[in-house]
Structures are given as C-alpha cells and as structure tokens.
C-alpha cells in the first residue's frame, strides 16, 4: 500500500517539524485523509482533531 510505503519513508522526518507544521506534512502526505494523518503521527483522532483546532488548520486545504 502506498502509505504504507510513505510511513516507512517519511515517519521521523514528520516528527522533526515543528507541530503545527507535523500536522500539515502529515495532511500532505495522507492526501487530506484526517485518519492516515493521525496515524502518521502516532496520536489519536481525538488528539489529532484538538491540535486541527489549536493551530487553526482546516483540513480541507489538503485534500487531493
């Protein structure tokens, strides 16, 4: 699976990154699939969904 393959690749270079820009890396890269973004964070939907909020993020921009 493509993601799978993207997890592998790119799993530290998302965690590197300043927060906010984490969670755009992570949008980017799952193609706006708000699920495959948290996973590729490592957080849950919750936390991910509370952070979409807190940096002001509108997962829309970033889907493909």
Excluded: M
């Amino acid at each position: 699976d493509r993601l799978d393959h993207i997890i592998d690749d790119n799993h530290s270079a998302i965690r590197n990154n300043h927060p906010r820009q984490q969670i755009i890396n992570a949008l980017e890269q799952s193609y706006g699939n708000r699920i495959k973004a948290a996973k590729l964070l490592g957080i849950s939907r919750a936390t991910f969904y509370r952070r979409l909020e807190k940096y002001k993020i509108n997962p829309d921009d970033y889907n493909v």
